[in-house]
């Protein structure tokens, strides 16, 4: 019985005449030096943090270069995918505006030519190239009950040898076809296996874009092709998938890099040209403890892409940290081009970190309130207004209800040289201007942040004297800070704070003594931003209402 009988009694409805693909899915006519690559997760649930820096970076690469990139749904080991696994991974590229360019779409639709893009879909492409590996002698099936390879490994573990399926330790390897056939007859489970020709003792060299030359021992391992589903593994799936979509670039998570040696095997059996690789290191954090440890799904809330989207940091500051930590050079390229889009920037494999990036929530926020401070007023409404939309329907209506003055209160400070920061997140800025509402204005006299001035007699008194002789609405700033001083030296507190550190004891304050009764009283807190434009936007109604709340004791 010749391998062709084998291949026909294993495949009967497949052809092995695998030119129909390579026609199918033909050479990509694409400029020279574009990259093809792609985002292949497995629908295992959210999307962590550090695949997103791999699909980030991969379309950042390919859109760079003119390329394509594409989303690949990895499938087939059904134990890990789970219920709407797809469209929670669509959902969460989409939040993060990574849009591609061919792909699955959503559990039933995708686009381009070169789909099916979900790998539970394509079992017939498997299928053919699995038989013609079978027809060539270089695949076979493989009958071991998982009793029997866990035996095996039980008895390399006692001599203290490579675990593995491999040369002597094969039980189906040398089977003869007549044998294999009446035992597929007979009803026997099987999977298909492939038929290393490696040896262990020679090296394979990998040339990674991030790490350089990396050398391993050749694959002699008899690895799964095809489990008993009829469906194939990760290493085989990887392999045909790649080349038929023409992927030039696999960028994936370095726990893949000791699998290359199979790969590379693969790849050369099946006489397809191999893509390049780029391992990217794992994402790290540092923990409570100060121990490094891998960003962990199960700990860390900001390991979940969907944390981003519910706080609402904004997408872009979030995409410039990803390229803060996956090139050490953006950092610098980002403060010497304050203009340029991060789009322009040059991305350089080498500049990768090999040992893994370190996540830094800390440094996400200060790049995002940078980010947000360089935004006009319009754009953080705009922002604010589809955040709350979603996740503070209250607020939404309240700053609907005051569009222009809330897009006021987010312009204070902001057209000036250095904009304030004080925004991390669109889900901060509620906490950072409530006050200025009266709807969310409603504070217990606890509430109220009063420094050094605690007597409510001489608040009374500063904040009477304020509103009946010196405020005035229509005043300019100049006039406005003067009136302050003024009112200083009439009640006894140093309008000039070198005066006042001269001779502390001559006066009952200073002018921020009497700056913060007026601050405070208006909005609660010691610190804000601009006084005089609070006092501009509050206006002298609310003003005066805000100041004359502690007449009533
Ligand atoms: N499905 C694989 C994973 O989730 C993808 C690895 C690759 O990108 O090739 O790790």
Redesign the pocket.
């Given at each position: 019985m010749t391998n062709e009988d084998l291949a026909n009694v294993i495949f009967p409805n497949v052809s092995s005449d695998t030119s129909i693909y390579e026609k199918k899915y033909p050479e990509r006519n694409l400029k020279e030096g574009a990259i093809v690559t792609?985002?292949?997760?497995?629908p295992?649930g959210f999307v962590h943090m550090g695949?997103l820096r791999?699909a980030f970076v991969s379309q950042f690469v390919s859109k760079n270069s003119g390329g394509v990139f594409y989303l690949r749904i990895?499938d087939t080991d059904g134990k890990r995918s789970i219920e709407n696994g797809i469209e929670g991974i669509i959902k969460d590229l989409n939040d993060f505006d990574i849009t591609i360019d061919e792909g699955a779409l959503s559990e039933t639709k995708s686009i381009g030519n070169y789909g099916p893009y979900i790998q539970s879909e394509r079992k017939s492409i498997y299928q053919a190239y699995a038989k013609k590996l079978i027809e060539e002698g270089l695949a076979y099936p493989c009958f071991c009950t998982e009793e029997e390879i866990d035996s095996i490994r039980e008895k390399q573990e006692h001599k203290k040898t490579r675990i593995g399926y491999y040369g002597a330790w094969t039980k189906c390897r040398d089977l003869s076809n007549e044998e294999r056939i009446e035992r597929i007859k007979n009803g026997e489970k099987y999977i298909i296996r492939l038929k290393s020709p490696g040896n262990f003792e020679r090296k394979v060299v990998l040339n990674d874009l991030v790490r350089g030359k990396i050398e391993m021992p050749e694959n002699d391992l008899d690895v799964v092709l095809i489990k008993s589903d009829g469906l194939p593994l990760?290493h085989f799936a990887?392999v045909i998938d790649?080349h038929l979509m023409r992927t030039t670039h696999?960028?994936?998570?370095d726990?893949?890099i000791s699998s290359y040696p199979i790969h590379t095997q693969l790849f050369k059996l099946l006489r397809f040209e191999e893509p390049k690789y780029g391992h990217l290191g794992v994402v790290m954090k540092v923990d409570e403890t100060g121990a490094r440890r891998k960003l962990s799904k199960r700990k860390d809330p900001e390991a979940a892409v969907s944390y981003y989207h519910e706080k609402g940091i904004p997408i872009d500051a979030v995409k410039l940290y990803l390229l803060t930590i996956a090139n050490s050079n953006f950092e610098s390229w980002l403060s010497s081009n304050p203009d340029k889009s991060y789009n322009e920037f040059k991305f350089d494999f080498k500049k990768m970190s090999e040992s893994g990036s370190l996540f830094d929530v800390e440094k996400l926020l200060n790049i995002s309130k940078n980010y947000i401070s360089k935004l006009t007023a319009e754009e953080v409404y705009a922002n604010l207004e589809k955040f709350t939309a979603i996740y503070d329907k209250d607020f939404n209506k309240l700053i609907k209800n005051y569009k222009d003055y809330t897009t006021n209160i987010l312009n204070i400070e902001r057209v000036q040289k250095k904009p304030r920061k004080d925004y991390a997140s669109y889900s901060d800025i509620k906490n950072h201007i409530w006050y200025m509402y009266d709807e969310l204005f409603k504070p217990d006299k606890e509430d109220y942040d009063f420094q050094n001035i605690k007597d409510f007699n001489e608040i009374n008194k500063i904040l009477n004297l304020y509103l009946n002789k010196y405020y005035d609405f229509n005043d300019d700033k100049d006039t406005w800070f003067n009136k302050i001083k003024d009112m200083c030296d009439e009640l006894g507190y140093a309008s000039n704070m070198k005066d006042y550190k001269e001779n502390p004891s001559n006066y009952k304050g200073n002018i921020t003594d009497i700056t913060t009764v007026i601050r405070v009283s208006l909005t609660t807190k010691a610190m804000t931003p601009d006084l005089y434009e609070i006092m501009k936007l509050l206006g002298p109604e609310k003003v005066s209402e805000r100041f004359l709340i502690f007449n009533v004791d």
């Open positions: 792609r985002f292949a997760p497995s295992t695949s791999t990895e990760y990887h790649d696999v960028l994936r998570g726990e893949w």
